[in-house]
């Protein structure tokens, strides 16, 4: 079934991107065809446009679930680079979104979880920019603490909203002042990221704009032209979600056990939202972000600004639906772990360009940076990988370190530190007595195989073991972090469902 369930979904993907076959990397013969290389050419602006939550996997072009349609994400994968392999050094909101604009681990820049304020000093990538002459604008989601939107250093534009706002009629801080509104806040934030590029810069200098989407985060809200579209559609489970001593063999104890949880499919979010439900409201969510990103790239076209602006689509963090018997993102399996990344700008980007480096989070703050002719502060653990876009070849990372860390109020997850290659995945966990876990990716892409007690592999797990404690020991990362006991409590067991 494993093998089955992979190459069906390779036919698929190729089936889907065979429709405009003309321009893709691996179709060798029609490689003759392509435009004139723009590489080492650089894009004059930079538009970052991250969602919250989505997992890497839902996009219309690799046809699972069937039924969703993303029409402008399939768009900028024909057009421009799909990046295959991204992923996060810590899956969680707060984590990630500061990793991504310091380039820099959550062990090294102190958010190690969503109630943590950034640390006062800690610089961000578009504070460069500034000092570089450049036009900044963060609009969205800021989500690093949970008490204020004041704006932040490095944005000549701010418009954000408190911890994890609403999906309607929200009010957002605009450069220091509450203003409310009314609306869905995907096509709100969308509209002020338009009108910024419109009438908000200055024209005569490079911009950047980071547009931050609350969507797809639960509780899921769809905009009120998407609620119902996916209501009778057909759900597919994953296979790996049923409760049966098969899905659980050679898996971790906690594993199972937080299938009784906050996260977990049998007491899902304290038994708010019942798992169709909760499927089908985040596809139709998510397609509010879908129509974000199409909006912006039509203005950039029509405005002339598509070959100077390098346009990258990024989710902060994965998202299990029903893997394992989980939901939620924290643990380091793949649904947690990668994330969709895409990259846009004709002027530069091959149409049809597949890039399967293990590029991060921590490349975003190097890789704009690099745009803008910047040097790559010693500060930031993430390289820049403008050139793998450009259609170069350089040396990259062949492995992706991960890390996260237990939380009281979510204690059903461990602290975790992982290595990804582009083959294995080895997954240690720490504080708490359980069985750690190695997956050989290639043979075995669901997570089910765990090798950790295979003896041809023991070498190999002594090396990424040593490989681990190596990147945590060279990047300031042996200390776990204590925080103060913060935020609410989602700690629970469903009684009823505790075996006696
Ligand atoms: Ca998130």
């Given at each position: 079934?494993?093998?089955?369930?992979?190459?069906?979904?390779?036919?698929?993907?190729?089936?889907?991107?065979?429709?405009?076959?003309?321009?893709?990397?691996?179709?060798?013969?029609?490689?003759?065809?392509?435009?004139?290389?723009?590489?080492?050419?650089?894009?004059?602006?930079?538009?970052?446009?991250?969602?919250?939550?989505?997992?890497?996997?839902?996009?219309?072009?690799?046809?699972?679930?069937?039924?969703?349609?993303?029409?402008?994400?399939?768009?900028?994968?024909?057009?421009?680079?799909?990046?295959?392999?991204?992923?996060?050094?810590?899956?969680?909101?707060?984590?990630?979104?500061?990793?991504?604009?310091?380039?820099?681990?959550?062990?090294?820049?102190?958010?190690?979880?969503?109630?943590?304020?950034?640390?006062?000093?800690?610089?961000?990538?578009?504070?460069?920019?500034?000092?570089?002459?450049w036009q900044t604008a963060f609009i969205g989601?800021?989500?690093?603490?949970?008490?204020?939107?004041?704006?932040?250093?490095?944005?000549?534009?701010?418009?954000?909203?408190?911890?994890?706002?609403?999906?309607?009629?929200?009010?957002?801080?605009?450069?220091?002042?509450?203003?409310?509104?009314?609306?869905?806040?995907?096509?709100?934030?969308?509209?002020?990221?338009?009108?910024?590029?419109?009438?908000?810069?200055?024209?005569?200098?490079?911009?950047?704009?980071?547009?931050?989407?609350?969507?797809?985060?639960?509780?899921?809200?769809?905009?009120?032209?998407?609620?119902?579209?996916?209501?009778?559609?057909?759900?597919?489970?994953?296979?790996?979600?049923?409760?049966?001593?098969?899905?659980?063999?050679?898996?971790?104890?906690?594993?199972?056990?937080q299938r009784n949880s906050w996260h977990g499919?049998?007491?899902?979010?304290?038994?708010?939202?019942?798992?169709?439900?909760?499927?089908?409201?985040?596809?139709?969510?998510?397609?509010?972000?879908?129509?974000?990103?199409?909006?912006?790239?039509?203005?950039?076209?029509?405005?002339?600004?598509?070959?100077?602006?390098?346009?990258?689509?990024?989710?902060?963090?994965?998202?299990?639906?029903?893997?394992?018997?989980?939901?939620?993102?924290?643990?380091?399996?793949?649904?947690?772990?990668?994330?969709?990344?895409?990259?846009?700008?004709?002027?530069?980007?091959?149409?049809?360009?597949?890039?399967?480096?293990?590029?991060?989070?921590?490349?975003?703050?190097?890789?704009?940076?690099?745009?803008?002719?910047?040097?790559?502060?010693?500060?930031?653990?993430?390289?820049?990988?403008?050139?793998?876009?450009?259609?170069?070849?350089?040396?990259?990372?062949?492995?992706?370190?991960?890390?996260?860390?237990?939380?009281?109020?979510?204690?059903?997850?461990?602290?975790?530190?992982?290595?990804?290659?582009?083959?294995?995945?080895?997954?240690?966990?720490?504080?708490i007595w359980d069985i750690d876990e190695l997956?050989?990716?290639?043979?075995?892409?669901?997570?089910?195989?765990?090798?950790?007690?295979?003896?041809?592999?023991?070498?190999?797990?002594?090396?990424?073991?040593?490989?681990?404690?190596?990147?945590?020991?060279?990047?300031?990362?042996?200390?776990?972090?204590?925080?103060?006991?913060?935020?609410?409590?989602?700690?629970?067991?469903?009684?009823?469902?505790?075996?006696?």
């Amino acid at each position: 079934m494993k093998e089955s369930y992979k190459t069906t979904n390779r036919r698929e993907f190729l089936k889907t991107l065979s429709l405009t076959a003309a321009a893709l990397p691996f179709a060798v013969e029609s490689a003759a065809a392509q435009p004139k290389s723009n590489a080492g050419k650089k894009p004059k602006n930079v538009i970052f446009i991250l969602s919250d939550d989505h997992r890497y996997d839902f996009m219309g072009f690799l046809n699972k679930p069937k039924f969703l349609e993303t029409p402008n994400m399939d768009r900028l994968v024909r057009e421009g680079a799909y990046i295959k392999y991204a992923t996060v050094t810590t899956s969680l909101c707060s984590p990630s979104r500061a990793s991504i604009l310091t380039g820099q681990y959550a062990h090294k820049h102190g958010v190690v979880d969503n109630n943590t304020r950034v640390p006062e000093g800690t610089r961000f990538f578009p504070q460069d920019l500034q000092k570089a002459g450049w036009q900044t604008a963060f609009i969205g989601k800021w989500h690093m603490g949970h008490a204020s939107d004041e704006p932040r250093p490095g944005f000549d534009k701010w418009i954000s909203f408190r911890g994890q706002g609403v999906y309607y009629n929200p009010t957002f801080n605009i450069d220091g002042r509450q203003v409310k509104h009314e609306g869905y806040v995907s096509d709100l934030l969308t509209d002020y990221a338009l009108d910024w590029i419109e009438n908000g810069r200055k024209r005569d200098k490079p911009f950047m704009l980071y547009l931050s989407h609350k969507a797809v985060h639960a509780m899921f809200e769809p905009a009120k032209r998407h609620l119902g579209k996916y209501q009778n559609v057909q759900i597919k489970y994953p296979q790996n979600m049923a409760d049966t001593e098969e899905n659980y063999k050679g898996k971790p104890r906690w594993v199972r056990e937080q299938r009784n949880s906050w996260h977990g499919v049998d007491y899902m979010y304290h038994g708010q939202m019942g798992f169709d439900t909760f499927y089908r409201r985040y596809c139709e969510t998510l397609l509010s972000v879908d129509d974000s990103i199409g909006r912006i790239i039509n203005y950039l076209e029509d405005n002339h600004l598509a070959e100077d602006t390098l346009v990258m689509y990024m989710g902060d963090n994965g998202f299990v639906l029903g893997e394992h018997g989980l939901i939620d993102k924290r643990h380091v399996y793949e649904e947690s772990m990668r994330v969709p990344f895409l990259a846009w700008c004709p002027g530069m980007i091959k149409p049809g360009t597949v890039i399967e480096e293990l590029v991060q989070n921590i490349d975003i703050a190097p890789t704009i940076l690099d745009v803008a002719g910047l040097e790559i502060p010693n500060r930031m653990d993430g390289k820049s990988f403008l050139p793998i876009l450009q259609g170069k070849k350089i040396p990259w990372r062949d492995a992706a370190f991960y890390e996260y860390y237990w939380e009281r109020n979510f204690p059903q997850t461990p602290t975790t530190h992982g290595v990804r290659t582009d083959r294995y995945k080895y997954i240690h966990y720490h504080g708490i007595w359980d069985i750690d876990e190695l997956y050989d990716l290639k043979e075995d892409s669901r997570e089910m195989n765990n090798l950790i007690d295979s003896p041809e592999h023991q070498k190999l797990i002594k090396q990424l073991n040593d490989r681990m404690f190596d990147w945590l020991e060279k990047t300031d990362g042996m200390l776990i972090p204590l925080r103060r006991d913060s935020g609410t409590q989602q700690d629970k067991r469903n009684p009823d469902k505790i075996k006696k």
